[in-house]
């Protein structure tokens, strides 16, 4: 910490030790970053303000793309490292974004270092707006520093991939219905990836499609499909919808709840065969279905997926189910792995790079939820398993690994 506080030291030349010293006590502060938004009061924004936890790679791009809009919002960027604050100083306090070969800044960031292990809490600002753009995985711990600024009239929005961070998220953080924030949720097929702390490459030019939470059991208590799907959305949640709706970077469409319900199961379901097994056999998302005994396996964790994910989502006319048979889940992974054929996913991105997957809240999803409804999930058990202990096979070891697939199996 002591560390940190001298590099700010360097870099800050006007903050007085004695202020260094009484930040270490905080859980937040203000740095300057080249923040022209510094000089306004805090009071006639608040409310207005948009802030980002999770400043990576989607995090730079929402941000950059909400202050590219006409009459752009405030945009507070949340650090949970100190020299993130230098590292923006550094860039100027923009961010760039890199689309098609040009490079585009966007500046004027405020910037706020949360303290991950602050003594008492002297920042109780209220944060209305908070986009989640964490890891599946670092959204508890990110969320912990904050929660005494998140209040019922606050709403959160979970830009992740991967299911079941939100219901940690109620169980951790916010047990009691009465404070706890709206939720909001989204998925994105924006793709980028960082090239300097503060700068990204835009590469995958997508969509983002955002609306009210709904958890996948409760899919079945929803009755009447809203029609307008803003209006879905409560009241208080509606300015960070219309922001995100507003910023043409971003492409971005509300959905009902059940549509929203639809597009994060489809997409969990994707991620829950494509990304491990290109990790596994360290092959492209398009070099899977070409390879019988892969295709197999696709087949067997699909059964489960299926299974599991028709038990959580069962009511009787539930027009989500057909969805998710297992044949209709072929046809949708085998259609997007084709499509993107020559692309990396985030997972294997991540393993490449060292770094921790969100496979818990994947393939780890569908096992917790498959025991709590009395579904075995043994092939996704051991695909979890495998991706953490960084297992990279070979397809003629595969019945080793999944003893009930032999090479040559297929149907
Ligand atoms: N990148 C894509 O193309 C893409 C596309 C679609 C969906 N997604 C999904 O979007 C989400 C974000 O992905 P990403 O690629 O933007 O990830 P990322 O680049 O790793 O960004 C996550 C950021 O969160 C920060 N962080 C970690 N712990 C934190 C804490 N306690 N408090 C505050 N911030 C913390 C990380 O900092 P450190 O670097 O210090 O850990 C990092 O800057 C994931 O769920 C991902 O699957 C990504």
Redesign the pocket.
């Known amino acids: 910490m002591w560390n940190q506080l001298q590099s700010i030291a360097l870099r800050f030349p006007r903050l007085r030790l004695h202020k260094l010293l009484s930040l270490s006590a905080k859980t937040s502060f203000h740095l300057p970053c080249r923040d022209r938004r510094l000089s306004s009061t805090h009071a006639s924004h608040d409310k207005k303000s948009i802030y980002i936890?999770?400043?990576?790679?989607?995090?730079k791009l929402f941000a950059h793309s909400l202050a590219k809009s006409s009459s752009a919002p405030p945009v507070t960027l949340?650090l949970?490292?100190p020299e993130l604050a230098v590292d923006c100083d550094k860039a100027g306090g923009c961010i760039e974004v890199v689309k098609n070969g040009s490079a585009d800044k966007q500046c004027g960031f405020q910037t706020e270092v949360?303290l991950?292990k602050g003594g008492d809490t002297s920042t109780h600002e209220i944060i209305t707006n908070l986009i989640v753009?964490?890891?599946?995985q670092?959204t508890v711990?990110?969320l912990q520093p904050l929660k005494h600024r998140l209040t019922n009239e606050s709403t959160i929005l979970f830009?992740?991939?991967?299911l079941g961070v939100t219901e940690e998220v109620t169980a951790r953080i916010f047990p009691n219905p009465s404070s706890r924030p709206q939720y909001l949720a989204g998925?994105?097929?924006?793709?980028?990836?960082?090239t300097a702390p503060f700068s990204i490459v835009h590469a995958?030019i997508g969509t983002a499609t955002v609306g009210a939470f709904l958890p996948p059991e409760d899919s079945g208590q929803q009755g009447i499909i809203v029609e307008d799907p803003v209006a879905s959305i409560p009241a208080n949640s509606r300015y960070l919808i219309q922001q995100i709706l507003k910023a043409p970077a971003l492409a971005a469409t509300a959905v009902t709840p059940e549509q929203l319900l639809r597009a994060r199961l489809e997409k969990l379901v994707i991620n829950a065969t494509v990304n491990p097994l290109t990790v596994i056999f360290n092959r492209h998302n398009g070099q899977l279905f070409g390879r019988p005994p892969i295709r197999v396996l696709i087949q067997r964790l699909l059964t489960e997926v299926s299974a599991v994910i028709r038990a959580l989502i069962n009511y009787k006319g539930n027009t989500m189910d057909s969805r998710f048979s297992e044949p209709a889940l072929e046809k949708h992974v085998e259609r997007v792995a084709t499509f993107n054929s020559k692309g990396i996913n985030?997972m294997l991105q991540d393993v490449r790079a060292g770094?921790e997957t969100?496979i818990d809240y994947i393939n780890g999803y569908i096992v917790a939820r498959g025991a709590e409804l009395g579904i075995q999930c043994p092939h996704n058990r051991k695909v979890v398993e495998m991706v953490k202990n960084g297992h990279v096979i070979s397809e003629s070891q595969i019945s080793d690994f999944f003893p009930h697939i032999e090479g040559t199996e297929y149907h």
């Open positions: 936890l999770g400043v990576g790679s989607i995090g949340l949970h490292r949360i991950q753009v964490t890891k599946a670092a711990p990110a830009l992740q991939n991967g998925i994105t097929t924006h793709g980028a990836y960082p995958g985030s770094k969100e």
